[in-house]
């Protein structure tokens, strides 16, 4: 761990507080949250389940990485250098690894699909998924350039193949879902697209350049605010979806219409 | 930190776990309160959520001001000085960052106004706020009293805004409301002006008095009424307001009939 500024350890823990606050809130709003018919119930509450795990996550993370440090006085200057007890970065992967999947249940659930044209999709976004964030833990945790390579490129197989199916496959089932909502289920898949960039994009960056002060505490915050985005703002669009559908198939007008780009392949 | 006497000491740390009770059992309440129609169910169920973010928020800034304090013993006498740990003013800024906008969100959805309407309100206050507060943080953690009158004045031009918004804009729309609920919004919209009042006002004397043992517990004491009196005693507002037209569209008289000022702009 490399030394921080008595600034920078506190934006990084602040910043994590702020994750257990933000991840918390989503997950009770997605239990409670009113307005959802008992068909698009299970999707939200997934959202919900997401969100509480990712709670119980940043709380070992804060707790993890404010032990990692130590407070460092020297005459009038604070700064904070490594304590030796270790910052767990598996707790990220845990939270992945059992999230991730859930993400794409949510996003499934929520289209209502015909059934089995729904099971088949999501039986391979969820295996692709698990894949990829398994495959990244070896190479995290090395600190051997070429098998942090390896191991990248091994888990860049299942992300782009998420990404096929997210925007090829299922892009021919959105036709069959209400106008009004298409525009936030296309938005829901670009969050995902583009929160999801940020981790093999961070990952590369700590690969060839390695973690400088600032590099550890923009990892930090960027990992923090993709998965702030990925699950509580995401599962925000889910909800809006859940509950446009629902107004609509009892005659109501959707809450929210949104005009999305053609969706159609 | 200054210096506290133990009685200083236990009634910061006191009426910070009061906190904790009020805005705990205020998230609680909210969740589970009965008799509101599923149409102001999402103004009721926000509230819940600022109040638990909160709560989550103060059991933090519990834990930061026990901590950045030691007990001195000096014959039989106790008092309270400096541990060396900060005691961390983000907690407050953090919570205030994501709870405020949601305050203005409780509003809005507790008037229903016509979509488009409620919308653009919306989208003005929520930015506004969110701006006023992060505004406000700079100038906190500086010790610079020309910078921090700069931030003040920079956080005080979106609060003036709000406020316009509020008064005025909202001034206008107000008159589509049921008679009979029309002094419980104008109260809450007061108790938001003046609970919010507090807090330019003891970041002002902040900046032109410092804070001694007598300020420092003040401040605290006032951050922590002003929150419990905008969030808690403001969301029970929305309740009163929510439960009465939910029962005023059933055709049933309104739980409280509040005569407030005339509210025509």
Redesign the interface.
Known sequence: MPELT?IQF?FV??IL??A???L??AA??FF????ISPKYKLAVTVSGVVCAIATYHYFRIYDSFVSAYA?N?VGGSVTYVASGMVFNDFYRYADWFITVPLLMVELVAVLALPREQGRKILLKLVIATALMVALGYPGEISSDSGTRWLWWTLSMIPFIYVLYVLYVELGRALTTQPQEVRGLINLARNVTLVSWMFYPIAYAIKTVYGLDANGEVAIQAGYTVADITAKAGYGLLIYAIARSKSRLEMGL?ADVVTKGPALAH
Do not use: D, H
């Not at 409670?32 to 307005?35: A, C, I």
């Open positions: 008595s506190g823990a602040n507080s702020m257990i606050a933000t918390g809130a009770i709003f409670v949250g009113p307005g407070m006085q007008p």
